[in-house]
């Protein structure tokens, strides 16, 4: 079945905005200077900017949110700024050989598969006193691992939340995507946007690249029209997040 066939009322033009597929490949910014501080990260960035690492018990510290709530680009800073060893979690396999120095940062550690791996690096990481800094969508006490003496070490891992992103966040975060791909948008597109999308980190990177996709394949400036357009399935959707719990913005 055709998009037109889909949306009866589309033009041709119309229709193919709708299936675009552009190669062009866009990579986000990790700079420290490009992080957005505000209240709902506040407990991330204070243990994160603790002078020593070893201040973390067992020398190590999981951060963990929704996607897009700046986990991985709170790691990535980590990372950068100690020299550490960066990892995803879904590539962990066997014995992963230590650095001299710096420490382990493991992204997406939620989704190792190879939990053996994942209980090595932790143990060979606290026996040589070396920080590793770990990021998944739930705390650590949540992840669903089988081994025994794993989800011990976890339940024993100082685990931070970074909760929901606050309006003034949201509105910022969306400016900044949308000028990292040079797209000049009209402040009032920009008010109508924020009145519509969901209100998650996201959803707002969806639609900067969306957005960023259809200007490409128009050629012309991104209007309401346009984003109503491409956005359609994004604005149909619940604006609300689930409230954050007093669980969720504590220390676990």
Known sequence: ????????????????????????????RFAR??????????????WLERRREADWPDHRLALWGA??????HLLQVWAHDHDALLLPGTALRGLTRL?????IALDDADLATDERALLHLLNAAREERLPILLAGREAPSRWDMRLPDL?????ATVAVGLRHPEEGLLRILLQRLLAERQLAVAQPVVDW?????????DAMREAARRLDQAALASGGAV???????VLEELLAGPREVMEDTPEAASLL
């Open 1 to 28: 079945m055709t998009a037109a066939a889909d949306h009866p009322g589309d033009t041709a033009e119309t229709a193919s905005l709708r299936q675009l597929a552009l190669p062009f490949a866009h990579r986000p």
């Open 151 to 155: 989800a011990s070490r976890l339940r």
């Open 193 to 201: 946007l924020l009145l519509r999308l969901p209100r998650r980190a």
């Open 67 to 72: 996607a897009g709530s700046g986990k991985t």
């Open 99 to 103: 650095p001299d120095a710096g420490g």
């Open 33 to 46: 200077a490009d992080f957005i501080a505000a209240p709902s990260n506040a407990a991330a960035l204070a």
């Open 223 to 229: 209007t309401r029209t346009l984003a109503a357009l």
